[in-house]
Nanobody
Framework: QVQLQESGPGLVKPSQTLSLTCIVS??????????WTWIRQPPGKGLEWIGY???????YYSSSLKSRSSISRDTSKNQFTLQLSSVTPEDTAVYYC????????????WGQGTQVTVSS
């Protein structure tokens, strides 16, 4: 059973960099062909895809967030990280990490989500 757990600060000040880590257990982030994804849901809105890092380490970002996003991984710790720079209150959301699977073009495992609020 694969489990994902997000961790990071719940409150970030405007203009700072948001940093979240997803710790994965029960499966390796280097196992083909999975892709390890960040998704967020602002209050009252739908899910927004942020980007992913593949099992090979390739990264892809949403065009709207690409300039501020960075996804990396630590294979020795079996975890991957999202950094989002220059945050504004519009970045307030519940942030999820998830495992994407090409077999279904969907996500078969999700973290429980972590609330991040951007406020001074």
């Amino acid at each position: 059973q694969v489990q994902l757990q997000e961790s990071g600060p719940g409150l970030v000040k405007p203009s700072q960099t948001l940093s979240l880590t997803c710790i994965v257990s029960g499966g390796s982030i280097t196992t083909s062909d999975y892709y390890w994804t960040w998704i967020r849901q602002p209050p009252g809105k739908g899910l927004e895809w942020i980007g992913y890092i593949s099992y090979r380490g390739d990264v892809y970002y949403s065009s709207s967030l690409k300039s501020r996003s960075s996804i990396s991984r630590d294979t020795s710790k079996n975890q991957f990280t999202l950094q989002l720079s220059s945050v504004t209150p519009e970045d307030t959301a519940v942030y999820y990490c998830a495992r994407g699977t090409p077999a279904t073009a969907g996500y078969d495992y999700w973290g429980q989500g972590t609330q991040v609020t951007v406020s001074s």
